[in-house]
């Protein structure tokens, strides 16, 4: 009688990822190579929430990202009409994807539709960069949209993957406890990874006249900030204060406000090198050879950080407190009636609280367990 063999059979792990603006293509690049590496099926979708080829097409140039099966192309402009549209549409295509995980990042309105749509199907949600909170989180109207998004996606997620000890705590006050888990920041695994190549690939620096640490890097794009006449005044009188050149890559967002307000001229007749949104490669040249960084992302702060660099957060909170705390950063207002931007270097950093450069690692790592579970 011949014997019966077991055949063990794998079956094929399949993810959908969704992004949707800028910060979301550096995140992905790292899980991407890192899922590819594990031999986990990913189809990338495109909400097209940041639709303009300098915030979105060049990524796909530049970096190693898998090209999307999908791509939305949105003709909504609304908060609630772009979720609404992006919502619709996930619901279409996870529907005929049947993935076994949805992985989300960060806090914009892609990221909510995300979670909401794989939810609704039953399908797991992981977030990377879960937690992530403001200190000051009242009244609920003057909360920034950003902070709604992602407070609500952490209690429609599975799997949490934290950048800091920080994101943790404040689940942990919210009553979210289970699948936790600390993986370090996956900005930093990208910066680390791209920015030796950035220096020898990008042209950003000759092309432009600057010499290293002889200038300052500045970006602004937030409503509070620049969507008023009073605020693109603001930000002139910021600008005047910097005695010395500012490289300004100017959000789609900042200059529609200047037009608006016709202070696009003044701006122009100040020190500033006025440039549009950068490539990732000559974002990261023109972070690592700066002298400081004034901005209200809180993607460039942490690049700042990542390079050494002392930054001035301009901005009513900040989500990520260790920079300050470690010494690294000052947060502004731009209505201040002065600015002080005397102090450009500080201590050197023991121990980086966003981790060692392995979160994409990590993470997948996480999601496999999970699965094998």
Known sequence: MRGV????????????????????????????????????????????QHYDTDMSDVFFKDLPLPIPRYHFSLRHKTQNTVTGEILIKLDEFLSKEKPD?????????????????????????????????????????????????????????????????????????????QNVYLTGDTMLDA???????????????????????HYVLMTFHRAENIDSEEGCRNLIRLIESIGMPIVFPIHPRTEKSFRKHHLLNVLNGTNVLLLPPLAYLDTLALVNDCCFVVTDSGGLQREAFFANKYSYFFYFDDCWPQIAECGWQTRCNLSDTTFDFSKTWSSVISENPFGDGHAAQKIVSLLKQTIDA
């Open 191 to 213: 910066f680390q990874q791209f920015s030796l190549f950035a220096s020898q690939k990008s042209t950003v620096l000759p092309d432009h006249h600057l010499s290293p640490e």
């Open 5 to 48: 063999g077991i055949i063990e059979v794998k079956l094929r792990v399949k993810v959908c990822t969704i992004v949707g603006n800028r910060p979301q293509f550096m995140k992905e690049v790292v899980v991407a190579q890192e899922l590819k590496a594990q031999g986990i099926e990913e189809v990338l979708i495109h909400t097209g």
């Open 101 to 177: 995980f949805v992985i989300v990042y960060g806090d914009t309105n892609s990221t909510l539709a995300g979670a909401l749509a794989a939810v609704k199907l039953r399908i797991p949600v992981v977030h990377v960069e879960a937690g992530c909170r403001l200190a000051n989180r009242s009244p609920v109207t003057k909360v920034p949209s950003e902070e709604i998004n992602r407070t609500l996606v952490s209690h429609m997620t599975t799997l949490h993957c934290c950048c800091t000890q920080n994101e943790i705590e404040n689940l942990k006050k919210e009553g979210i406890v």
